[in-house]
């Protein structure tokens, strides 16, 4: 599998909840359990059931950032995932983010640069990714 996205993050699905027009899939990757919301057409095009391999797909644009060591309790966003950040890239406005997880898993995101210096991203800083359950695609080989 070949794609653009940045954030690429090999799992089991833990869990296939079917809706009348979406369903919720669940993943883990390494330590993390990540949850994504995908169309019914999607689950069945792919297969998906609770056991088989499968990747968690997240363009990097998709990813935001927040400082700190624990996840973030009054957010509505599912998937938030704790690490230290271990790539700080500046580019002409915005600049690229990277964590290293616990389990030594890597995402990363693009960021603002202001917001790199409001946040305190630097390297060796603890902080949350955050993603949103709509924007965690699925993939399988």
């Known amino acids: 599998m070949r794609i653009s996205a940045r954030n690429v993050l090999k799992g089991t699905i833990t869990d296939v909840e079917i809706g009348a027009v ?31 391999p499968a990747y968690a797909v997240i363009k990097a644009s998709h990813v935001m950032f927040a400082r700190g060591d624990e996840p973030l309790n009054n957010l509505s966003a599912r998937n938030q995932l704790v690490g230290t950040v271990t790539t700080v890239r500046p580019g002409k406005t915005d600049g690229r983010v990277s964590l290293t997880l616990a389990d030594g898993n890597i995402i990363t995101g693009s960021v603002f640069n202001d917001m790199i210096g409001e946040l305190g991203l630097e390297v060796g800083n603890k902080a949350v990714a955050i993603v949103k359950s709509t924007d965690l695609m699925i993939g399988v080989d």
């Open 22 to 52: 979406s369903g919720v899939v669940s993943i883990k990757v390494g330590e993390t359990a990540l949850t994504s919301i995908i169309t019914m057409e999607a689950i069945h095009d792919l297969g998906l059931k609770k056991g088989m």
